[in-house]
Antibody
Framework: QVQLVQSGADVKRPGASVKVSCKASGYTFTGYYVHWVRQAPGQGLEWMGRINPNSGGPNYEQKFQGRVTMTRDESISTVYMELRSLIYDDTAVYYC???????????????WGQGTLVSVSS | QSALTQPASVSGSPGQSITISCTGTSSDVGAYNYVSWYQQHPGKVPKLMIFEVSDRPSGVSDRFSGSKSGNTASLTISGLQAEDEADYYCSSFTRSTTVLFGGGTKLSVL
């Protein structure tokens, strides 16, 4: 069965960086784009960007350009999302999610990771 | 980009039908038939309920239906059940090839 398993919760100081991992299993890793979506406490969903696990090419929401990097390690079917220069407003649950349609850059997501809480606190 | 516009809350009684709207622009909702709806229970992961405006993934009840007119998409839930109480989010593909979510709607089943 398809699974996306994310790394555990993390606490960071303002100005630090965080790297969240998302390990995929149960499907052809290179066939489906993976997206990152975050949700601040009590707030809505916010799209951050996507990565092509085949080529490694990312696309980022403009808001995060220059501060986020999405990468993948095809050998272990894992994608990563690194967010730098953290501020308090980056406190959120970060989700990875698989694009529903194989080969498509993706606009809907059928499988989600369990979420990773990143807390920014001094 | 501003989030798609959804009502903050809607409510209905068991057995009734409700509709949640999702308003965007000609650069997102109005541009493509790539509107999706997600259900999220408290503390849980979002679940895809509708994709490409009106299609349901396997396993999703046919009480859930979607539609679109111009720049506004809608999710209708018929025969409301207590388990439908959750937050609902719409999303749309955009001309910038990004994905834009709505602000979310809290559904209360009275």
């Amino acid at each position: 069965q398809v699974q996306l398993v994310q790394s555990g919760a993390d606490v960071k100081r303002p100005g630090a960086s965080v790297k969240v991992s998302c390990k995929a299993s149960g499907y052809t890793f290179t066939g489906y784009y993976v997206h990152w979506v975050r949700q601040a406490p009590g707030q809505g969903l916010e799209w951050m960007g996507r990565i092509n696990p085949n080529s490694g090419g990312p696309n980022y929401e403009q808001k995060f350009q220059g501060r986020v990097t999405m990468t993948r390690d095809e050998s272990i079917s894992t994608v990563y999302m690194e967010l730098r220069s953290l501020i308090y407003d980056d406190t959120a649950v970060y989700y990875c999610a698989r694009a529903r349609r194989r080969g498509s850059i993706g606009y809907d997501f059928d499988y989600w990771g369990q979420g990773t809480l990143v807390s920014v606190s001094s | 980009q501003s989030a798609l516009t959804q009502p903050a809350s809607v409510s209905g009684s068991p057995g009734q039908s409700i509709t949640i709207s999702c308003t965007g622009t000609s650069s997102d909702v109005g541009a493509y038939n790539y509107v999706s709806w997600y259900q999220q229970h408290p503390g849980k992961v979002p679940k895809l309920m509708i994709f490409e405006v009106s299609d349901r993934p396997s396993g999703v009840s046919d009480r859930f239906s979607g539609s679109k007119s111009g720049n506004t998409a809608s999710l209708t839930i018929s025969g409301l059940q207590a388990e439908d109480e959750a937050d609902y989010y719409c999303s749309s593909f955009t001309r910038s090839t990004t994905v834009l979510f709505g602000g979310g709607t809290k559904l209360s089943v009275l």
